[in-house]
């Protein structure tokens, strides 16, 4: 299996590829960052790895595991990986719950939730950083506990502290 | 330098002198605390954020938390940075981690670290830092 298709991959893509139902937890204006942070994300929701990658400066680095595994760096690697999710994830439902912007750079805390097409639901609750340069987002970085996922393929169900988290309203 | 921000620094400064008290100054009496969200249930009220504290600094020393970048909107304040400390077993822990303080008034009620134990699991048995981990480190700190 390659290294972008492992489990751990597989989960923190489709984690960062969901979307989001706008629905309201804090009034504001929609910011520009904010703007691009979504239309990837309602790209992803079509699984329109493209739609993706169009935002994605050619070097993009792709921090998606807090560490625990190398980043992904460059669009093409990228494309590589977003395909291979795209095929095994049957439904997305990834969500911003906030967000902040400070310059270049969109704070975002979300879930990442999808159901695979072997049936698992997994529910990624995490924080991340999208860093732009110009209207691209050249570097991403994603935190959460990867081996959460790891349990619900296993079968365990969600906790109801897992659930309190995902069940905040939705960024506007 | 934003409002939370400058609490959060107040607060960084008081865990690296081992200053719980200071530390729980900082904190509303129905914090939330998920110190690892997610992975672990959250701490709730100060007495029990105060057990938590007292258990973390018998095995952190040298303690170097720094703040790579950070965002204000409203009561929350977002942060990327990393806990970086040794254990008592003289092994260096370092977690990239990112969070959210949610803060009524100036007390924080609500902190949400998101981070992978996994990582810290490994660094704990004495494993040298990633080379994915010393990458996401190299930054400089938040002013």
């Known amino acids: 299996m390659s290294p972008l298709l492992d489990r751990r991959t597989l989960l923190v893509a489709a984690a960062g590829a969901l ?15 904010y703007a691009t942070q979504m239309a990837i994300i309602e790209a992803w929701r079509r699984q329109d790895v493209e739609g993706v990658l169009v935002h994605l400066t050619d070097d993009i680095v792709w921090h998606n595991s807090s560490g625990l595994n190398p980043a992904i760096r460059g669009k093409a690697a990228m494309r590589t990986a977003l395909q291979a999710m795209a095929k095994v994830i049957k439904t997305n439902k990834w969500r911003l719950f906030d967000y902040a912007e400070n310059g270049d750079r969109i704070f975002v805390e979300g ?35 990867g081996r959460i996922s790891a349990a619900m393929k296993a079968g365990q169900p969600m906790g109801p502290e897992l659930q309190d988290l995902i069940s905040r309203p939705t960024a506007k | 330098m934003g409002r939370r921000y400058a609490i959060l620094r ?23 605390w998920h110190y690892a969200a997610a992975a672990q249930p959250p701490v709730r009220g100060k007495v029990a954020a105060r057990k938590l504290l007292e258990r973390f600094q018998a095995d952190m020393h040298g303690i170097e938390w720094r703040i790579f970048a950070h965002s204000e909107s409203g009561d929350r304040l977002f942060i990327e940075g990393v806990d970086d400390y040794r254990t008592t077993d003289g092994h260096r822990v370092a977690a990239p981690y990112a969070g959210v303080l949610e803060f009524d008034d100036d007390l924080i009620i609500g902190w949400r670290d998101y981070v992978d134990l996994g990582v810290i699991a490994e660094q704990k048995t004495g494993a040298p830092l990633s080379a994915q981990v010393e990458t996401l480190l190299d930054r400089a700190v938040a002013p």
Do not use: C
């Not at chain 1, 159901?115 to 340069?133: D, K, M, N, S």
């Open chain 2, 10 to 32: 107040q607060v960084i400064q008081a865990w690296q002198a081992k200053d719980v008290d200071r530390v729980l100054a900082h904190m509303h009496d129905d914090i939330v």
């Open chain 1, 19 to 33: 979307t989001a139902s706008p629905a309201l937890s804090q009034e504001k204006p929609m910011s520009r960052l």
């Open chain 1, 111 to 145: 879930v990442d939730e999808f159901w695979l097409t072997t049936g698992e639901h997994v529910a990624i609750p995490y924080a991340g950083v999208l860093q732009f340069r110009g209207a691209l987002v050249s570097e991403w970085r994603e935190y959460f506990d």
